[in-house]
C-alpha cells in the first residue's frame, strides 16, 4: 500500500538548533518524494522535492531508498522556520496523485 | 495577480443544505484538485481532474460532487449526504498529473455545518 508516515505531530526546538523532521514512505516503485510547507495564515507551497537536491531556506532532504525515508533537515533553526510540514509522494502506481503525510507542526523556540 | 482563489474563506451551512465551493485558476493548468484537510490526518484526496469536461474520485468521494466545465473553474459542491461536512477544503491546480509536477493552492474554504 502506498503510504507516507510522520511520525511527530509536533517539534519544538530552540532557535539556532538543528531540526529533523521525519518522513517514511511504502511505495513499490520508483516515487517522487516533496515536501510542503505551510505557514502561519500563508497558503501551503512546495519547498523542495528530491529530484531537485537542492537547498531551500537552509533546508536539505535525501531521499533513502533503503530506508524508505525523505527526512528534512535543517542545521540552524530559525524562528520563521515555525510551520505545518507536510511529506508527500507522487508516483505512475498512484497515477501521479499525490500522497500525503498527516503533517509535523515545527515550533521554534527564541 | 496569478494564482488559485478560493470563496468564500468562511461558510456556514444548516444540516441537510447543499453548499458550493468556488475554485478559480488564472495559471492555464490542466489538473485541478479539491482536497479535504483535518487535524492530524493531513491532506484527503476528493476529486480530481485532468482535462476539462472530466474528473476522477478521489479517497472520500462520498457525498461531494464536482463539474470541470471551464479550465479555470472547478467547484466542488459539499452535499446533504456527506456525513462530516465540516472541515477545511483546499483546491490546487498543476500544470498536468505526471512525473515533477508541483501543485499550487489556494487559501482553503473553512466550512462549518450548524
Known amino acids: 500500500a502506498q503510504r507516507v508516515t510522520q511520525p511527530e505531530k509536533l517539534l519544538s526546538v530552540f532557535k539556532g538548533a538543528p531540526v529533523e523532521l521525519k518522513c517514511n514512505y511504502s511505495?513499490?516503485?520508483?516515487?517522487?518524494l516533496f515536501w510542503y510547507v505551510q505557514y502561519s495564515r500563508q497558503r501551503l507551497q512546495l519547498l523542495l522535492r528530491?529530484?531537485?537536491?537542492?537547498s531551500i531556506k537552509g533546508f536539505t532532504a535525501d531521499l533513502n531508498k533503503g530506508e524508505t525515508s525523505f527526512h528534512l533537515k535543517k542545521p540552524f533553526a530559525q524562528e520563521e522556520d515555525s510551520a505545518m510540514y507536510y511529506c508527500?509522494?507522487?508516483?505512475?502506481?498512484?497515477?501521479?496523485?499525490?500522497?500525503w503525510g498527516a503533517g509535523t507542526k515545527l515550533i521554534i523556540k527564541p | 495577480d496569478g494564482g488559485i482563489t478560493q470563496s468564500p474563506k468562511y461558510l456556514f451551512r444548516k444540516e441537510g443544505q447543499n453548499v458550493t465551493l468556488s475554485c478559480e485558476q488564472n495559471?492555464?493548468?490542466?489538473?485541478m484538485y479539491w482536497y479535504r484537510q483535518d487535524p492530524g490526518q493531513g491532506l484527503r484526496l476528493i476529486y480530481y481532474?485532468?482535462?476539462?469536461?472530466?474528473?476522477q474520485k478521489g479517497d472520500i468521494a462520498e457525498g461531494y460532487s464536482v463539474s470541470r466545465e471551464k479550465k479555470e473553474s472547478f467547484p466542488l459542491t459539499v452535499t446533504s449526504a456527506q456525513k462530516n461536512p465540516t472541515a477545511f477544503y483546499l483546491c490546487a491546480s498543476s500544470i498536468g498529473a505526471g512525473w515533477g509536477t508541483e501543485a499550487f493552492f489556494g487559501q482553503g474554504t473553512r466550512l462549518t455545518v450548524v
Open positions: 508527500a509522494l507522487s508516483g505512475e502506481d498512484s497515477n501521479y496523485q499525490l500522497i
Open positions: 495559471l492555464n493548468h490542466d489538473a
Open positions: 481532474s485532468q482535462i476539462v469536461n472530466d474528473f
Open positions: 528530491h529530484i531537485s537536491r537542492e
Open positions: 511505495y513499490s516503485g520508483s516515487p517522487e
